[in-house]
């Protein structure tokens, strides 16, 4: 009997958590990792580049991946060395498939509320390309 009760309540336990947590927020998290690529980059090697949203800024090298915080607005990348600079705004792509599989879960009753207050429902892209030019050219 006391393992019956125990089992029932690790179920019961488990089905609260996954009810409580929105389909978006189990699988993407409120997390990605974006890697910039710089083109006519003639500094590689002194090059920084800095993103930024709502949620917050990050500072990145070109080609290393940055791990920033999912958000549901245009994020800023600008990217600069001692002679050249660029930037360019990125904007998310909500991800529809996860407001449906909500709807099914709990009919996006706490689910979409997580996703949502977790940004989990965008992405932006994986890769972001700045273009440099000269400082004086601008």
Not at 21 to 43: P, R, V
Not at 67 to 76: E, L, Y
């Amino acid at each position: 009997l006391i393992r019956e009760v125990l089992m029932y309540k690790k179920i019961t336990l488990l089905l609260i958590g996954f009810f409580l947590t929105g389909c978006a927020s189990m699988t993407n998290s409120s997390h990605q990792n974006i890697t910039i690529a710089t083109t006519n980059n003639q500094h590689y090697n002194e090059t920084r580049c800095s993103l930024e949203n709502e949620e917050g800024k990050w500072s990145a090298s070109p080609d290393a991946a940055v791990m920033i915080h999912r958000d549901g607005n245009t994020m800023n990348v600008s990217c600069q060395n001692n002679s050249q600079f660029g930037e360019i705004s990125v904007s998310p792509e909500f991800e529809g498939s996860y407001l449906f599989l909500d709807l099914l879960l709990d009919l996006c009753i706490v689910s979409c509320v997580v996703d949502g207050v977790n940004n989990a429902f965008y992405d932006y892209p994986s890769f972001v390309s700045v273009h440099l030019q000269e400082l004086n050219n601008q």
